[in-house]
């Protein structure tokens, strides 16, 4: 069965970039008609949506972070990756990526997360 | 402020219902479909309603999803202590072409 796994730096400084990776295994990323979103939440707090990257290649990002973001996938390593610009403390979080099948709106599947915290 | 507005906290002994509201506009909830996740203390979230009202293979049918105009709800029905987490409603927003959730519910089981 597919698994999504996050990793990356746990630590980041302010001003810096944020770059995390989703690894897919179970299932090959280009294998089916999927969007690939991260999504965070910052300790007791809800969940905040940060964009998509469809099996295509296509993305859209939160308007509130566009500007700041950049995912990308890599098919040949089975993976997604996240990058966001000029972090400051308001980006610490548990970072999730997930992944809802396309013209279907829901997130079926999700990956365990990984905590990132921003400071110097 | 999240897009979608649900209540910060419910609560209900063991073996009663309760119901959870998710309200939004008719950039969401009102022309996409609502889904709701049950996040455990410490664990990622995980699908619990889609379509409004359709369970996936393995949640019990005490979960149950509902919506009327702009707002959905999640009733759960023979709470049990295991029920205890938060629960978020999530949707797409047309307006902002995002995805966007409710600020969570945390369901506690007296």
């Known amino acids: 069965q597919v698994q999504l796994q996050e990793s990356g730096p746990g630590l980041v400084k302010p001003s810096q970039t944020l770059s995390l990776t989703c690894s897919v295994s179970g299932g090959s990323i280009s294998s089916g008609n999927f969007y690939w979103s991260w999504i965070r939440q910052p300790a007791g707090k809800g969940l905040e949506w940060i964009g998509r990257i469809h099996t295509s290649g296509s993305t859209k990002y939160n308007p509130s972070l566009k500007s700041r973001v950049t995912i990308s996938v890599d098919t040949s390593k089975n993976q997604i990756s996240l990058k966001l610009s000029s972090v400051t403390a308001a980006d610490t979080a548990v970072y999730y990526c997930?992944?809802?099948?396309?013209?279907?709106?829901?997130?079926?599947?999700w990956g365990r997360g990984t905590l990132v915290t921003v400071s110097s | 402020q999240s897009v979608l507005t649900q209540p910060p906290s419910v609560s209900a002994a063991p073996g009663q219902k309760v119901t959870i509201s998710c309200s939004g506009s008719s950039s969401n909830i009102g022309n996409n479909y609502v889904s709701w996740y049950q996040q455990l203390p410490g664990t990622a979230p995980k699908l619990l309603i889609y379509?409004?009202?359709k369970r996936p293979s393995g949640i019990p049918d005490r979960f149950s999803g509902s919506k009327s105009g702009t707002s959905a709800t999640l009733g759960i029905t023979g709470l049990q202590t295991g029920d205890e987490a938060d629960y978020y409603c999530?949707?797409?927003?047309?307006?902002?072409?995002?995805?966007?959730f409710g600020g969570g519910t945390k369901l506690t089981v007296l």
């Open positions: 379509d409004d009202n």
């Open positions: 997930a992944r809802n099948i396309f013209s279907y709106w829901y997130f079926d599947l």
């Open positions: 999530g949707t797409w927003d047309n307006s902002l072409s995002a995805w966007v």
